[in-house]
């Protein structure tokens, strides 16, 4: 499978030599689940904006810092590429970031959260199983980085996971869109790290609980499996 990487942001400078840049720590994750995978970047970040809808099987987007209710114009031309691959049917995996987009592009609505950050690990259940779920289990503990949330949904979605914090964590948009608000390409290490350096913006006793709730097992290769799992059936369905 070749997937296009929508890329919409950087790690940081400080924290790239240790860590590497977003496309290094999506390409690592989802080598344990298929090595034969292809990945093809696309920076959005910089206008780069794909023009060609079949250039790849499947898109993925990449968290971002910046906020999809921003008003910059890389991001509402990202979203007319987004609403493009709706209408013909292709298949998107949108995370954080891109959970939002994917959401705001269709008719949803984002909103700041008045709950604040969610850093750290987000403990969430699984309200819906679909068929791609597999190997299943009821509950799914990803990483995550995040002050807004989606809050309105597009037409034709269903919510299959979420929180009191986070209620639409784990959305389906018709047969070809899926979004996750948490960050199955984090690891733990960065997610600590990205804590630290966003303490200020984000809170002492924020960072404080983030860092403790680590301790827990995270769902990543989990996350990767439905993902690749949903983008088999989305593509053959295509």
């Not at 990449?62 to 910059?72: A, I, M, Q, R």
């Not at 869109?177 to 809170?203: A, N």
Request: aromatic share 8%; with cysteine; proline share 6%.
């Amino acid at each position: 499978m070749r997937i296009g990487l929508l890329q919409c942001d950087d790690v940081a400078p400080e924290l790239r030599e240790v860590h590497g840049n977003y496309p290094d720590m999506f390409e690592a994750l989802f080598h344990r689940v298929d090595p034969a995978l292809e990945l093809r970047v696309w920076r959005c970040v910089d206008g780069e904006i794909p023009d060609d809808l079949d250039a790849v099987d499947a898109w993925m987007t990449t968290g971002s810092k910046f906020g999809v209710n921003d008003g910059l114009e890389w991001v509402d031309a990202l979203c007319a590429f987004v609403r493009e691959l709706w209408t013909a049917g292709k298949p998107l995996v949108g995370i954080c970031f891109g959970h939002q987009l994917m959401a705001k592009a269709l008719g949803g609505e984002v909103i700041k959260s008045p709950r604040g950050w969610g850093v750290g690990m987000s403990f969430n259940r699984v309200e819906a199983r679909a068929g791609w779920m597999e190997p299943w289990q009821p509950g799914l503990n990803l990483l995550v980085s995040h002050q807004d949330q989606v809050n309105g949904l597009p037409p034709d979605t269903r919510v299959l996971a979420g929180s009191d914090f986070c209620p639409t964590y784990l959305m389906q948009v018709g047969g070809h869109f899926l979004g996750v608000q948490g960050h199955p390409e984090f690891t733990k290490p960065y997610s600590r790290d990205l804590m630290s350096l966003r303490r200020e913006l984000v809170g002492s006793e924020r960072v404080r609980e983030g860092d403790a709730s680590l301790s827990s097992p995270v769902d990543d290769v989990l996350m990767a499996r439905w993902i690749l799992n949903f983008l088999r059936r989305a593509t053959v369905s295509a």
